[in-house]
């Protein structure tokens, strides 16, 4: 794989996931946590958690946020490869 197409590939991926991500806060950031429920922000995997029974404070959760980064790499990866399948039909 080279760089001219990888490149533009992990440029797309990262900005689906920073729109699917922004989308998911967009939605629950209104909500007022509750000592009953919590509230998990993030696509694919929820990376930052707030609420809880004794209020827990705002987290990130570490190991969501390296799958996140794992996905964005694979499917970079996914989508430079059908690119090049794509474009090199000869």
């Known amino acids: ?3 001219r197409r990888y490149g533009p590939s992990l440029v797309v991926t990262i900005c689906v996931f920073l729109l699917a991500n922004w989308i998911d806060y967009e939605r629950y950031r209104k909500l007022i946590p509750s000592y009953d429920y919590l ?6 995997f929820e ?4 609420g809880g029974t004794f209020d827990i404070e705002r987290r990130i959760l570490w190991h969501a946020v390296a799958g996140n980064f794992i996905a964005i790499l694979v499917l970079a990866a996914a989508l430079a490869w059908a690119s090049k399948l794509l ?3 000869e």
């Open 1 to 3: 794989m080279t760089l």
């Open 39 to 44: 509230i998990g922000y993030g696509v694919p």
């Open 47 to 50: 990376f930052f958690v707030k």
């Open 87 to 89: 474009w090199n039909l």
